[in-house]
């Protein structure tokens, strides 16, 4: 009988263990999007939870596609959920974002802890939230102006929250350090 | 029992796999065909660039709402969230064309966005989740269909665990209650006193179910072997 023994993951290998935590990340960005609906009509604001979700399963597990599996599975959960406006397009939207966490991550693998660098990839992964609308809107025949203007005042407020969602980030890595349930 | 408004105006629903069994080969693939009419119908929705075409993919989409749904599918948030969007998109027409014969095109792209949305909607409301996860293990790898429908199954045993840390922390005196939260400042106290332990928790369950996981020896086969066969 084999030792019922969890193997480690790394930055190549996933383990079990590091997969459902990322899972958890993944279902909780898109569970605390339908529970604290903030009622803002402020476009952008579920950035803040996005940005925050990936940026700490980034942060948390050694792994370095572990935001862009976090994106895949809350893209998934989130069309099965019932929660996707977009239709198909909501993966490609967590995927966008979690990309950029995952290209940062691999240029900077420390910024995790610097508030600085959080706040900039949040704001880069906001920044994401212009290209997936000006794409939907495109592919829907809007008209190239409008469709900018849109897109652009989508895009700020994704920037914004996405800059709040990464300032959260390094309090919660340096407390989870500090316990020591993460290296 | 403290009344905890945070967590209590919306109610989430999530699969609950124990109470409806594995489904039959042949039930999943059914769910698998409405998952593949809903991506297809939601990407004709951009390529309807006709009145005629966008009236047709909307009956059709109103007859699936209605087939589907045994007419039990209220439309009531979906159609505000059109109001909304149809009014912003106006708004923005307006202000780019200076005249009001801009304002049909806006409606139309608006139209378009919302056929979009529509058949996933439908899908998921019409079709049970553990269905979905169980057709989900067919286009997806094992390994990544097993993680989902597992964090799935598990999220309200982990929302029931968060809210207990909630109420605990406010008895204890955290300053998170809704109406502290309207102070911004106070977001700082949430953030230490929920999502952290929060977040320990979920750590401390994926490792236990990791465990159980491959005291099942989850892994030794290269396809997911389980029964009744899936």
Redesign the interface.
Known sequence: M?P???PAGGLFRL??????????????AV?AR????LHL?ISGHAMLVTAFFLL?ARG?VRYRFAAS?AG??AG??S????F??????MLVKYLAVALVIDLAGLLMPNLFRNYFWCALVGGSAGATKFFTAYS??F?????R??NF??SLLEAAGAILFGVLGGL?VP??LR??HA?G?IS | MLSVKLFSPRKVSLPSASLEGPAPAGDAKWVGLRMLLALTLSCLAFAARTIPFLLVLTTVNLALLWYLGNGQISLRRELKAFVWQTLVILALYLIRFQNLTGLWGGFQISWQLFLALLPSMTFVRSTSQTRIVQALNRVMPCRTAFVLSTCLKFAPHLLAEIRSIYEGQVLRGARILPRDLAKPWHWIDLLHCVVVPAVVQSMALAGNIALAARARDFGSQPKRTCWPGL
């Not at chain 1, 069309?79 to 019932?82: E, S």
């Open positions: 084999n019922v023994v969890e383990s079990l263990k590091d997969a459902l935590f990322i899972g958890f990340c993944a279902v909780f569970l339908m529970m604290l609906r009509h700490l948390s599996f895949l599975l998934s959960a069309i099965f959920l019932g996707a406006k977009s239709g198909p397009f939907v809107n592919l829907a025949g809007m008209d102006t409008v203007q849109a959260l309090v919660v407390r989870l316990y349930v």
